[in-house]
């Protein structure tokens, strides 16, 4: 069953590599459980299909790297971009993209999460196997406040504009 507007985000974890070792976070990959992460806070999430890959690297990814100070300013604390891929992939893919430090490269690499969600898409007829589709939702405290989820090959409601309008 897929998520709607309402629900609360289910249990789960997912990876992000850090960069700077800090308290509690060593550098390298790091499990997180998703209900600590969002305790209290207004998070702006999107998922797409894969790193690397052409709408995901030249339009997804920028968007919310270039409006991140506009979707703070409007009370949202933390961006995360979501994605069926390895948390070096994703790390490295967040450096070649700029958004260390402003969105944070989740990692569900099995696509664990993306199934809990009902977010998950079969992309085998291209070599991709089970991805998460691309969509945006916006959460507090745990709770979908809106969600974005796209046709089939589309780039039209998950974008960060399109939630800074919900703001």
Same mark, same amino acid.
């Given at each position: !069953?897929? +998520?709607? +507007? @309402?629900? &609360?985000?289910?249990e789960?974890?997912?990876?992000?590599?850090?960069?700077?070792?800090t308290?509690?976070?060593a550098?390298?990959?790091?499990?997180?459980?998703?209900q600590?992460? /969002?305790? @209290?806070?207004k +998070?702006?999430?999107?998922?797409?299909?894969?790193?690397? &890959?052409p &709408?995901?690297?030249?339009?997804?990814?920028?968007g919310?790297?270039?409006?991140?100070?506009e979707l703070?300013?409007?009370? /949202? %604390?933390?961006?995360?971009? +979501?994605?069926?891929?390895?948390?070096?992939v !994703? @790390?490295?893919?967040?450096?070649d993209?700029?958004?260390?430090?402003?969105?944070?490269?989740?990692?569900?690499?099995?696509?664990a999460?993306?199934?809990? #969600?009902?977010?998950?898409? %079969?992309?085998?007829?291209?070599? !991709?196997?089970?991805?998460?589709?691309?969509?945006s !939702? #916006?959460?507090e405290d745990g /709770?979908?406040?809106?969600?974005n989820?796209?046709q089939?090959g589309k780039?039209?409601?998950?974008?960060?504009?399109t939630?800074?309008?919900?703001?």
């Amino acid at each position: !069953m897929t +998520i709607k +507007i @309402g629900d &609360t985000l289910p249990e789960g974890s997912l990876s992000e590599f850090i960069e700077t070792e800090t308290e509690g976070c060593a550098l390298g990959p790091n499990t997180f459980n998703v209900q600590d992460l /969002v305790k @209290g806070k207004k +998070i702006a999430i999107f998922g797409l299909p894969g790193a690397y &890959t052409p &709408t995901c690297s030249a339009q997804h990814v920028p968007g919310y790297v270039k409006h991140a100070a506009e979707l703070k300013a409007k009370g /949202v %604390d933390e961006i995360w971009c +979501i994605s069926v891929n390895d948390a070096f992939v !994703m @790390g490295a893919w967040g450096r070649d993209q700029k958004a260390t430090g402003t969105v944070r490269m989740m990692a569900d690499g099995n696509a664990a999460y993306s199934k809990a #969600l009902g977010l998950d898409a %079969d992309f085998s007829k291209f070599g !991709m196997g089970t991805r998460s589709q691309r969509y945006s !939702m #916006l959460v507090e405290d745990g /709770v979908v406040k809106q969600l974005n989820v796209e046709q089939g090959g589309k780039f039209e409601v998950s974008n960060a504009e399109t939630m800074l309008g919900q703001l």
